[in-house]
C-alpha cells in the first residue's frame, strides 16, 4: 500500500466543500511525524483537487482527516474534512473522512487503528472497485470517540446521519465514554462512546448552522 499526502498548509477549519479559482499553488513540505507531503494554498476539497489534477495522482481511496473534532449529525456538511471525502467520490474515488472527538487533549492512535480496520474490511471491494470502468463512488465519514477522560471506545455503530437534533451543541460535546447508555441514534452514541459510520451522499445539500449557533474550530 503506498500512502500519498495532500494537505492544506493551514487550518481550513468549517470550510466545506469550498474550492479555489484559479487552482491555489502547491508546495513540498514534511508532516508534524515526518512524512514528505504536499502542502496546498487552499480549502480541503482543493488539496483533493490538486492531488488528482495538478500531481496526476490516481488513488484507489481518499483519506480525509483525522481531523480535531466531530464531524456529525446537523454540522456534517460543513466540515472540510467532509468537503474533502466528497470531492474526491464526486470524481468516482471512493473516500471516507475520519475526525477525532472534543476532548482536552488527542490521542490519534485509536482513531488510526479504527481506519486503518475500515480500509482493510473494505480492501477487496475496494481493489475490485479500483480495476472497474464503472462508477464506484462512496462516502464514509467515520467519527471516534475521544476517549481522554477516561473509559475506552466501547464499539463501533453504523447508523444513518442525524440531520436534526433538539440542541445543536449535542453535536459538538465531548464525549463520555464510561457511559453505560446504547442510544439508537448518530450523536447520543457517539457522546456515549461508540464511534460512528454513516454513509454521506456524494453532493452536498445545502445547509446551514442556526443563525444562534456558535460552532468551535474544528472541520
Known amino acids: 500500500m503506498t500512502v500519498t499526502v495532500v494537505a492544506p498548509a493551514a487550518n481550513q477549519s468549517g470550510s466545506g466543500g469550498k474550492t479555489t479559482t484559479p487552482t491555489p499553488a502547491h508546495r513540498d513540505a514534511t508532516t508534524a511525524s515526518g512524512v514528505a507531503a504536499t502542502a496546498v494554498d487552499g480549502f480541503p476539497a482543493d488539496s483533493v483537487l490538486v492531488a488528482l489534477d495538478v500531481l496526476g495522482l490516481h488513488p484507489d481511496l481518499v483519506v480525509s482527516g483525522i481531523n480535531q473534532g466531530q464531524n456529525l449529525g446537523p454540522v456534517v456538511d460543513l466540515s472540510g474534512t467532509v468537503g474533502a471525502a466528497r470531492a474526491a467520490a464526486a470524481r468516482g ?58 473509559g475506552e471506545i466501547r464499539g463501533l455503530r453504523e447508523l444513518p446521519t442525524q440531520r436534526s437534533v433538539p440542541d445543536l451543541g449535542t453535536a459538538l460535546s465531548k464525549q463520555d465514554c464510561a457511559a453505560g447508555a446504547e442510544p439508537a441514534e448518530e450523536v447520543a452514541a457517539f ?26 474550530a474544528s472541520g
Do not use: Q
Not at 465519514?141 to 476517549?147: A, Q
Open 93 to 150: 474515488i471512493p473516500a471516507i473522512a475520519s475526525s477525532l472527538g472534543f476532548a482536552d487533549s488527542f490521542d490519534y492512535a485509536p482513531g488510526v487503528a479504527l481506519v486503518v480496520e475500515w480500509v482493510g474490511r473494505h480492501r477487496a471491494e475496494l481493489a475490485r472497485d479500483a480495476a472497474s470502468t464503472g462508477p464506484r463512488a462512496s462516502l464514509a465519514n467515520l467519527n471516534i470517540p475521544n476517549c481522554a477522560a477516561g
Open 191 to 216: 457522546n456515549a462512546g461508540f464511534a460512528t459510520l454513516t454513509e454521506l451522499p456524494t453532493t452536498s445539500p445545502t445547509m446551514a448552522p442556526p443563525a444562534s449557533a456558535t460552532l468551535p
